[in-house]
């Protein structure tokens, strides 16, 4: 290697090729035994990684996937197709997981999670879900009940939450207060009113505690919820839900914002949120990372300090994501790098 020269990237551990379109959706189980991948097609793909071998692959939705997720015992795909399916989950197979690394990419005769229930949704945005568990009950160890953020059904600019596996919409239109500063706001469906919004490209959902420093899901569940967004704009806000004696909301009532920064000159094109949710990153078209404080950007004057973008080298990027411990990220560009 010539001195002064860049590194070469690192070789892969192992490719698998269980798609033939374009991949567009990844996640891993939080055992960290299976890999979630769906693509353009909508096709999603279950693997082991133990065995790195398929160990399901059905047609999940009629075009692209935007979003899957393992939950509990289920599965949640969110595809342009403008739907979102729960799954049963699949259960690996015994005799897979004593197999070999290596060999065919998938195993003959694999099973097909079965359909539990669905709901209709906007996929105007390009925007996956964000889904947030409830705590478990003094009788249960784990909760089968969640929360899930998606794009307002009409207006684009505005996000939902709805209870799962009820299906019902218990908030609904965040963000409209302040989209009805105009009249000309109510007749604009794709978040491009005066507010200049535009669409959410990016939303994570979470609870942080109204008295203490840090999250924390001990006290009131609803008054603790907050949503952080994405813009088109380049902008990220972070919303929270301050009523304690109502647990559901219409027209965004009850919803303010606690801040809202624009540090992107381009549309933001994903966004990242650390597991103890004090950390955001989002990236964009242009050269820039925004890294945002979740806990210390409360107040309007620290946000210089709190809410900062970092310039890199590299314009173009699509793709971000956080390492468990908050202390690495990884970004993708468009240049495949």
Not at 143 to 161: F, K, Q, V
Request: charged fraction near 15%; charge should be neutral; hydrophobic fraction near 40%.
């Amino acid at each position: 290697m010539a001195s002064g020269s860049a590194p070469l990237p690192p070789s892969p551990s192992h490719i698998l090729r269980s798609h033939s379109a374009q991949l567009s959706a990844l996640s891993i189980s939080d055992d960290n035994e299976r890999l979630y991948s769906g693509d353009v097609s909508g096709l999603v793909v279950i693997t082991s990684t133990r065995s790195l071998r398929a160990i399901a692959s059905w047609k999940a939705h009629t075009n692209g996937l935007l979003g899957v997720e393992e939950w509990i015992n289920g599965i949640i795909t969110h595809g342009r197709d403008n739907k979102l399916h729960v799954w049963t989950r699949i259960q690996e197979p015994l005799a897979s997981a004593s197999i070999r690394i290596g060999g065919s990419a998938a195993l003959p005769g694999l099973p097909m999670p079965t359909l539990c229930y669905s709901m209709d949704v906007n996929a105007l945005n390009y925007c996956r879900f964000s889904l947030l568990l409830q705590p478990a009950s003094a009788q249960f160890s784990e909760s089968n009940e969640a929360l899930i953020a998606l794009p307002n059904l009409i207006e684009s600019s505005l996000a939902d939450i709805w209870a799962l596996p009820s299906c019902q919409r218990v908030h609904a239109a965040i963000g409209k207060d302040r989209a009805l500063s105009s009249p000309m706001d109510i007749l604009s469906s794709d978040g491009r009113g005066s507010t200049k919004t535009g669409l959410i490209m990016s939303m994570h959902l979470f609870t942080a505690s109204a008295t203490a420093p840090h999250p924390s899901s001990s006290k009131s569940y609803e008054s603790q919820i907050q949503l952080l967004c994405a813009y088109e704009n380049g902008g990220v806000t972070l919303w929270r839900y301050i009523r304690t004696n109502k647990q559901t909301s219409v027209e965004g009532i009850g919803w303010e914002a606690i801040w809202s920064v624009k540090l992107h000159v381009e549309s933001v094109m994903a966004m990242a949120v650390s597991r103890d949710a004090t950390l955001a990153l989002t990236v964009s078209a242009d050269h820039l990372i925004g890294r945002y404080d979740l806990m210390d950007a409360g107040q309007s004057s620290a946000l210089e300090k709190t809410c900062v973008a970092h310039k890199t080298k590299y314009p173009g990027n699509s793709s971000i994501a956080i390492r468990n411990d908050g202390k690495v990220c990884a970004v993708g560009g468009w240049d495949g790098k």
